[in-house]
């Protein structure tokens, strides 16, 4: 069955970086439009990232542009996010899931159990 499993999660100071992992199993994610969102306590989910199979490309919500990278290593089933100057407001769970519709709309369909990322001094 699908298995998604994100790691990478850490308590860092603002400007910051870190390299989220999520390995995929039970499905040839390559095939598939992955996605990162994430939720922080008593906010609404947040669409983070998003790796387009349908047009190849790879979306990211404003607050991430030029700070945050989203790619796939296929040969691992593995997809990365790297996280680089980071700021208090990226402080939530990330999760990566797959997706059915496109990256402008998504429907997020299965999902792991998430990795904290705290952004404190």
């Known amino acids: 069955q699908v298995q998604l499993v994100e790691s990478g999660g850490d308590s860092v100071q603002p400007g910051g970086s870190l390299r989220l992992s999520c390995a995929a199993s039970g499905f040839t994610q390559d095939y598939y439009t992955i996605a990162w969102f994430r939720q922080a306590p008593g906010k609404e989910r947040e669409g983070v990232s998003c790796l387009s199979t349908v047009d190849g490309k790879t979306y990211y919500t404003d607050s991430v542009k030029g700070r945050f990278n989203a790619f796939r290593d296929n040969a691992k089933s593995t997809i990365y996010l790297e996280m680089n100057n980071l700021k208090p407001e990226d402080t939530a769970t990330y999760y990566c899931?797959?997706?059915?519709?496109?990256?402008?709309?998504?429907?997020?369909?299965?999902w792991g159990q998430g990795t904290q990322v705290t952004v404190s001094s």
């Open positions: 899931a797959t997706v059915h519709g496109p990256c402008t709309s998504p429907e997020y369909v299965h």
